[in-house]
């Protein structure tokens, strides 16, 4: 059984609920403050961990109550963070979300995970049959770096494009698995997508990206499920009704739960499924990292 390891960021995402945003220069009434764990790094680590894979995150945090925090929740999570690095000279990265309607803003302060380096990423002993996973709210040259130790172990590689970047295709020949959103997949493509489109024209996108036809390739689209390249032939993976509360953290869930399914032995479309799934159950509640299902919960909704 491999094991699941994820180079990324750990924040404190502080979340404000209204009834609408608001518009550019507008202040609008809230409703309540959250203080959530989250970071793309620590949500798909802890999706990973909670569904069953040994799970390391690699990061840092810095020596605030919000790191105090934040390595507490993770550690209650099973995620072993050897890894995770403190770091006084800055402080632990930040989000400030607004929520409303179940549609969320997003502002994200780096803080200590613009000081993820190469020395925090060559750290870990990756072997065949673990999973690397990485995102853009980390250093992209760190990411590389992650992913060519991975490639050079014979680990398989994740690469979550999120926040939309530009970046350098050399990554790309570093991914085995591309998973992004349509909006990540406009950019790279450099075609405007919606998430309204046909199948058929996030299909055109993804082999406009000319990564090969050994990479699979996953275009998220929300309640929609998700469209994915696998050796070239289409797959769709239906989405699932349900009523979604907060869909902070949905894009990691589903990112984490392919790497937790691939650690543990499963086909790739059993990962999709599976975290199609589990993506399904962390709308259903509030905030990032702690929304995260578990694998009796993604059993039981299997069965149901």
Do not use: W
């Not at 494009?161 to 997949?185: H, K, Q, W």
């Not at 993804?206 to 499920?225: E, F, P």
Request: glycine share 10%; with cysteine.
């Amino acid at each position: 059984m491999g094991r699941v390891f994820v180079a990324g960021s750990i924040n404190m995402d502080v979340v404000a609920t209204a009834d609408r945003h608001p518009r550019l220069g507008e202040t609008v009434a809230g409703r309540e403050v959250f203080y959530f764990p989250g970071g793309k790094g620590a949500n798909q680590a802890v999706a990973a961990a909670k569904l069953g894979a040994a799970t390391t995150l690699i990061g840092r945090v810095g020596t605030d109550a919000f790191g105090r925090d934040l390595r507490a929740f993770l550690e209650a999570q099973d995620v072993d963070l050897t890894l995770v690095r403190d770091t006084p000279e800055a402080h632990t990265g930040t989000a400030i979300i607004t929520l409303a309607n179940a549609d969320n803003t997003i502002v994200v302060v780096p803080g200590a995970n613009a000081l993820v380096s190469a020395a925090d990423v060559t750290m870990p002993s990756l072997a065949e049959g673990d999973v690397a996973v990485s995102q853009f709210e980390i250093p992209l040259s760190t990411v590389g770096i992650f992913f060519k130790r991975a490639r050079a172990a014979g680990a398989a590689t994740i690469l979550n494009p999120a926040p939309a970047l530009a970046f350098d295709r050399g990554l790309l020949d570093l991914v085995d698995i591309l998973i992004l959103n349509e909006t990540e997949l406009g950019l790279l493509a450099k075609a405007e997508l919606r998430n309204t489109d046909d199948n058929a024209r996030f299909v055109e996108a993804a082999r406009s990206l000319q990564a090969g036809k050994d990479k699979v390739i996953c275009v998220t689209l929300g309640k929609r499920g998700a469209v994915v390249l696998v050796n070239d032939e289409p797959l769709v993976i239906p989405g699932r009704a349900v009523k979604a509360l907060d869909t902070t953290g949905a894009g990691d869930c589903f990112v984490g739960a392919v790497a937790a399914q691939l650690a543990t032995g499963q086909s790739i479309r059993d990962a999709l499924e599976t975290a199609n799934i589990a993506a399904s159950i962390c709308v259903q509640r509030m905030g990032a990292a702690p929304s995260m299902p578990t694998a009796a919960e993604v059993v039981a909704v299997r069965r149901g």
